[in-house]
Every structure is written in C-alpha cells, then in structure tokens.
C-alpha cells in the first residue's frame, strides 16, 4: 500500500504562513487530495487533485506538488484554522490517508 | 442538499458482526458511489470498501476477507458488515461519497463511533 508521511504537529501565530507537507512512499501522479478535521467532527474536504480548490473553501487555502512531495500552505492562518489536516491519495489501490498534522495557534 | 448518515450500534462484543447503515439523501446511489472509512482514535483514517454506482463492490485487501458491502437503492441505503471484530476494530465509522469522475470524498456522513468490547 502507498504509505503517506505527515508531520505530526505545527504551532504557528495567526497571520502567518504555515504549509503542511505529505510525503508518499511511490508516486501519485496529482492525485492527492486534503482534508481539514476539527475535534468531534467529521473530515472536510479542502483541495483535490494536488492543487484544486474545493467549493466554498477560503482562498487561503492551496495545494501544490506531484509525484512524491505535496505541500497544503495556508496563507494567512486564522484562528479558527485550528484543526488535524489529513492527505490521501487515490493514484494507487487502496486509497490512502497521512496520519495527519495536527495545527496549533499560538 | 447531499447529506449521509450512518447508523448502527456503539457496542459490539468481540468476535461478534457489526452491521451499519448508510442513509443518502440529495443524490442518487446509481449516479455515485459510496465508501466505508473507519478512523481510530487520533490515527489517520482508512478506506475500507466501496459500492460502486453500477452495483460493483471493492475492498481494502486488508479487510476483504471480513467485509461486505451492499445496498438498496429503493431506500438509498448503504450497508456495512463485518464479522470477527476486535479491538482494534474501535474507531469512528464514516460513509462518504466519491465518483468515478471524483476519486475523492467530497462528502461525509457524521460518523458513528463503535467500540467492540466485551
């Protein structure tokens, strides 16, 4: 199966830059896809194939990469960006998900 | 508007058959597909099967042997089975929708937490 690597955690300030990467194991084309989960709710989908903006999601919010190294950048963070961002991949059977990168505010 | 919602038990006994629903509402099940994914918690989640627009299924290799995927498009249900649970079976159980022209979930049900414990 296609392993996905995310970093475990971020702490940022509200204003800045923040990007989250996701590494696979083999390649997936642009088929990388990212979602935002906050505590007690089910996951959201921000960005499709690597870098396309989901329906009625904020600008601030884009996705680049193909291949191997994905990054989701966030720009500016706000507050309520406090979340668990979660990739997955759909180039390779079965589809995959990262562990997740917990973002923090400061 | 798209909405999906499961149901079925919180406590299932090991060794023991947990079966869910998947309720859809705002498209139809002939048009997309739905799939079961499950997510422990604080863990990344897992994709676990699919029951595919035309009545086709597929499964996560690691849970074929356990799983099974079925509907009725009469009551635009979804189901879930799956037998000899175990612990590490506990986790939040989510049913999305996906597509042949969308192979990623735009939409998730709320989850329904299961715990398998005696």
């Known amino acids: 199966d296609t392993v996905l690597t995310q970093s475990p955690a971020l702490a940022v300030s509200p204003g800045e830059r923040v990007t989250i990467s996701c590494r696979a194991s083999?390649?997936?084309?642009?088929?990388m896809h990212w979602y935002q989960q906050k505590p007690g709710q089910q996951p959201k989908l921000l960005i499709y194939?690597?870098?396309n903006l989901e329906s009625g999601v904020p600008a601030r919010f884009s996705g680049s990469g193909s291949g191997t190294d994905f990054t989701l950048t966030i720009d500016p963070v706000e507050a309520n960006d406090t979340a668990t961002y979660f990739c997955?991949?759909?180039?390779?059977?079965?589809?995959?998900f990262g562990g997740g990168t917990k973002l923090e505010l400061k | 508007q798209v909405q999906l919602k499961e149901s079925g038990p919180g406590l299932v006994q090991p060794s023991e058959t947990l079966s869910l629903t998947c309720t859809v509402s705002?498209?139809?099940?002939?048009?997309?597909?739905v799939s079961w994914v499950r997510q422990p918690s604080g863990k990344g989640p897992e994709w676990m099967g699919r029951?595919?627009?035309?009545?086709?299924?597929a499964y996560n290799s690691a849970l074929k042997s356990r799983l099974s995927i079925s509907r009725d498009t009469s009551k635009n249900q979804v189901f879930l089975k799956m037998n000899s649970l175990q612990t590490d079976d506990t986790g939040t159980y989510y049913c999305?929708?996906?597509?042949?022209?969308?192979?990623?979930?735009?939409?998730w049900g709320q989850g329904v937490m299961v715990t398998v414990s005696s």
């Open positions: 705002g498209f139809s099940l002939t048009s997309y597909s």
């Open positions: 083999e390649s997936v084309s642009t088929r």
């Open positions: 997955q991949q759909s180039w390779n059977d079965p589809w995959t």
């Open positions: 194939g690597a870098s």
């Open positions: 999305t929708r996906d597509s042949y022209y969308k192979d990623y979930f735009d939409y």
């Open positions: 029951m595919w627009y035309d009545g086709d299924t």
